[in-house]
């Protein structure tokens, strides 16, 4: 039997470094990056190497801090893009089934795919406002469905999946033993009310928490160059992704890591309160 070869580069990414040079360009963020002048650090305050371990302690605080959890529940990451390899990595094996919605932001299907999973999509139309459909989502889970992987804001539609349906799928997660891996890179450019952080909604559940998110500094704040990015996990996940992360690297560059310590020490600074001008923000067209 010839085994198929894995999928070992995303064609998106490859497009979207090399050609997308256009006007309004859908390969890319859209948020201005902040400049160095604005950035509230200076090089006195630099030091080249910190402390080894798992994570760089102020920012673990400032990162649980932010959503009001404890730190052994965040797990640094370079990027939301390497979180979510990470995360896949350390909860799924070659074989497993994992539901991806569609249409998704590509690199999510690439990184399954390398991974060995047996990937099945679960469709968010245009029709029903890309709405994410629970019932749809129970019926196709089967016993060797291991993960669910969904993104709020909607990537690349930019639809909001409310509270009531992230309980509706924690609760399906429950039932199945399922891990539901959700990407919020996007989701604090909800500026009307409080943002539905899936990780806290999940936290209240009597049936312990099925929700494993990713996020970063780049898409609201235009922090990109930090690679600051994040993987919020209950405790015992959280650890094995901590493992898992020791095959790629010892540490982050800790100059990077005290930036992004002085950037959650003035978030609000870098957050707009509406877009900054009307072409700053458009999602990704690396849908797949």
């Known amino acids: 039997m010839i085994t198929p070869k894995r999928t070992k580069h995303s064609e998106f990414m490859e497009w979207a470094k090399l050609h ?11 948020v201005l990056n902040v400049p160095a002048s604005e950035f509230p650090i200076c090089v006195d305050d630099f030091e080249i190497t910190g402390a080894d371990g798992y994570g760089y302690e102020p920012l673990q605080q400032r990162i649980a801090l932010h959503y009001g959890i404890a730190p052994e529940c965040v797990v640094a990451a370079n990027g939301t893009s390497m ?10 094996e070659p074989g497993d ?54 993104s709020n804001l909607h990537n690349p539609s930019g639809a909001l999946t409310p509270e009531e349906t992230l309980r509706a799928l924690a ?11 959700m ?25 312990g928490n099925p929700f494993i998110v990713t996020n970063s500094l780049t898409k609201t704040y235009g922090l990109s160059g930090l690679r600051c990015g994040w993987i919020l996990a ?4 959280a650890k094995r992704i901590w493992r898992f992360n020791d095959l790629f690297g010892v540490n982050a560059p800790h100059s990077v890591e005290q930036l992004s310590v002085a950037a959650f020490d003035h978030l609000q600074k870098f957050r707009p309160t509406s877009f900054r001008n009307q072409n700053t923000f458009v999602f990704h067209n690396g849908l797949l």
């Not at 979180?83 to 799924?92: G, K, P, S, T």
């Not at 009310?193 to 209240?204: C, E, H, M, N």
């Open 20 to 30: 997308s040079k256009a006007r309004f360009n859908l390969a890319t963020s859209g």
């Open 171 to 181: 609760e399906i997660a429950a039932r199945s033993g399922a891990h539901v891996l």
């Open 234 to 237: 209950s405790p015992d996940p």
């Open 83 to 92: 979180a979510n390899h990470l995360a896949m990595a350390a909860l799924i």
């Open 97 to 150: 089934e994992v539901l991806i919605e569609q249409p998704a932001y590509a690199p999510l299907v690439d990184v399954a795919d390398y991974l060995g999973a047996r990937v099945k999509r679960v469709a968010r139309r245009f029709a029903d406002g890309f709405a994410v459909d629970p019932d749809e989502i129970d019926q196709a889970i089967t016993p060797a469905t291991r993960l669910i992987v969904l």
């Open 183 to 207: 990407d919020e890179v996007y989701l604090e450019m909800v500026f009307d009310g409080q943002p539905p952080f899936a990780f806290l909604i999940g936290q209240s559940l009597p049936t």
